[in-house]
């Protein structure tokens, strides 16, 4: 079974401090993954997806993650923190291997410190 | 274009009550997901559609949960009766393709947030 680990469910950088969230899969098979955000009140927003092709993807708002199979990570980074990202981030895995499953990690609470 | 769109956005009732959530999804997506979504937790899909077929429903507590998505556009789910551990948010989400090997893009909807008293 597909499995994701979000390692902090709780984060604090200053602004204009680098973004570093963790996510961890554990997969036979290279999964599909995906970096959702959740601002409060709102629904979940994708920021980016890694499905095939270069392991490093940006997405939107300035964040980017690298797939990296031999760490079985997929982390979430961004290189100068804003107060707008705070919020909550969600590392997601869809696992084709055991019948179309799709996970959600436990979310890591992102604030920033002005 | 407008987004999912989830009514009602807050709901309280009573243990052993009914409770209805509906969903409608960005016009033209063809799979609907509802998640459930407890506090401090990632969302858990509980069914997803593609068209009016549930295709994944495994994770959907049939006992006292049930839903339909008639005419393969919006979609609601039912809870009956509710227990004090339903409290949660109910998440609809829709992605233009066929679900498949779910790497299309899902687009949520703000939630309806259920209190069971």
């Known amino acids: 079974a597909q499995s994701v680990t979000q390692l902090g469910s709780h984060v604090s950088v200053s602004e204009g401090a680098l973004v570093l969230l963790r996510c961890n899969y554990s997969s036979s098979v290279p999964p599909y993954l995906f970096w959702y955000v959740q601002y409060p009140n709102q629904g979940l927003q994708l920021l980016l997806k890694?499905?095939?092709?270069?392991?490093l993807v940006k997405g939107i708002n300035g964040f980017e993650a690298e797939f990296k199979k031999s760490e079985t990570s997929f982390h979430l980074t961004k290189p100068s923190a804003h107060m707008s990202d705070a919020a909550e981030y969600f590392c997601a895995v869809s696992d084709t291997n055991t019948g179309n499953q799709f996970y959600f990690g436990t979310g890591t609470s992102l604030t920033v410190i002005p | 274009e407008a987004g999912v769109v989830q009514s009602p956005r807050y709901k309280i009732i009573e243990k052993k009550q009914p409770v209805a959530f509906w969903c409608n999804p960005i016009s033209g997506h063809n799979t609907l997901y509802w998640y459930l979504q407890n506090l401090g937790q990632g969302p858990e899909l509980l069914i997803r559609y593609e068209n009016e077929e549930a295709v994944d429903d495994s994770q959907l507590p049939k006992d006292r949960f049930s839903a339909e998505r008639l005419k393969g556009v919006d979609s609601t789910l039912k809870i009956q009766p509710a227990e004090l551990g339903d409290s949660a948010v109910y998440l609809c989400?829709?992605?233009?393709?066929?679900?498949?090997?779910?790497?299309?893009?899902?687009?949520f909807g703000p939630g309806t947030r259920l209190t069971v008293l």
């Open positions: 890694y499905t095939t092709g270069a392991t």
């Open positions: 989400a829709s992605s233009p393709g066929l679900a498949g090997e779910f790497t299309d893009t899902q687009y």
